[in-house]
């Protein structure tokens, strides 16, 4: 049996990956995902949406004040609005990962 830890994809091994299907350093393969990902983190922090093309788009989302209750103590509590990072995968992933045979 799998666990979930297992199964979890890091910046390391995306950065192996990129040096053996890119023919990279591994120096300069680092830059190329830690340069990638800073320059998603800047759209999403200035709140525009980042689109990618057959993956799909991130978009920062108000979500509104409600009510909630704290775990510990039970009392009721407000939760303020703030902002989230959302996903939506574009059809062409949803396709290849519902056409993907898991183990």
């Not at 980042?50 to 407000?78: C, D, H, Q, W």
């Not at 996903?87 to 183990?103: E, H, L, R, W």
Request: hydrophobic share 40%; net charge positive.
């Amino acid at each position: 049996m799998l666990l979930l830890a297992d199964m979890t994809t890091t910046k390391a091994e995306m950065v192996s990956q990129l040096c053996k299907k890119a023919h990279v350093s591994k120096e300069d393969a680092t830059n190329l995902v830690e340069g990638t990902f800073e320059i998603i983190k800047a759209f999403l922090e200035r709140g525009e949406p980042v689109k990618i093309s057959g993956f799909g788009i991130f978009v920062v989302r108000t979500k509104r004040p409600r009510k909630g209750r704290n775990p510990t103590t039970g009392a009721e509590i407000l939760i303020p609005r703030h902002k989230v990072v959302t996903f939506k995968a574009s059809p062409i992933m949803k396709k290849s990962v519902a056409t993907t045979q898991s183990d």
